[in-house]
């Protein structure tokens, strides 16, 4: 069946540090990838999305691109903030088909 | 912008009550979802409507009843649950992909965090 893998955490950076979050998957066929970000006592909010290979999301200074090859979708953002604090989850949906999370990586950035 | 909104935001219920959340959203989506979430997990899946027909049950216990009155509105109807079922709620919706294949894309509400006592 479809999984996602993504590292586990927590991830403790500084200000203005690089992060990565690793996303891994296992999927049959094409499916459309996520990743969602949940701040502290908040619901879920997609952060973005790619819906073939080699696409590129990106949204508030996050990027991540669907590498078929690699069955990846790493989450990287250049500089990081405190506001940044959160936990991001890696996510896969093939079409027609239900949502799949990976467990959620939370990120905490210190000043 | 795409937007659900939940409430109540916070519901505390004894183990006897009946309560129910609701979720409302104007995006024109045909699709929409019940999660439940429990603390540092990700979201689990409950149900799924799709064109205000129940088209997903996962399994979920009948103390926990959905209803979709329009396709507007999707509500969760609560009654003699158990303090384990305490956890973050999260409506979600996403257009149809035509045939009944559901959207791609799924957007989800700020959730209403539910404690039973």
């Known amino acids: 069946g479809d999984s996602v893998t993504q590292m586990e955490g927590p991830v403790t950076l500084s200000e203005e540090a690089f992060l990565t979050i690793n996303c891994t998957y296992t999927a049959t066929g094409y499916p459309s990838l996520f990743w969602y970000v949940q701040y502290p006592g908040e619901g879920l909010q997609l952060l973005l999305k790619?819906?073939?290979?080699?696409d590129k999301g990106s949204n508030k200074g996050f990027e991540a691109t669907y590498r078929k090859e690699t069955t990846s979708f790493h989450l990287e953002k250049g500089s990081v903030q405190v506001s940044d604090s959160a936990v991001y989850f890696c996510a896969l949906k093939p079409a027609g088909n239900k949502l799949t999370f990976g467990g959620g990586t939370r990120v905490l950035v210190k000043p | 912008d795409t937007e659900v909104t939940q409430t109540p935001k916070h519901l505390v219920m004894g183990m006897t009550n009946k309560k129910s959340l609701k979720c409302e959203q104007h995006?024109?989506?045909?699709?929409m979802y019940w999660y439940k979430q429990k603390a540092k997990k990700p979201p689990e899946l409950m149900f799924v409507?799709?064109?205000?027909?129940?088209?997903i049950n996962e399994s979920v216990p009948s103390r926990f009843s959905p209803e979709c009155p329009n396709s507007s509105l999707l509500n969760l109807h609560l009654h003699a649950l158990q303090p384990e079922d305490s956890a973050l709620y999260l409506c979600?919706?996403?257009?149809?992909?035509?045939?009944?294949?559901?959207?791609?894309?799924?957007?989800f509400g700020e959730g209403s965090w539910l404690t039973v006592v």
């Open positions: 409507y799709s064109y205000e027909k129940l088209s």
């Open positions: 995006m024109g989506h045909r699709a």
């Open positions: 790619a819906t073939k290979a080699d």
């Open positions: 979600a919706s996403s257009q149809d992909g035509g045939q009944g294949r559901l959207s791609n894309t799924i957007y």
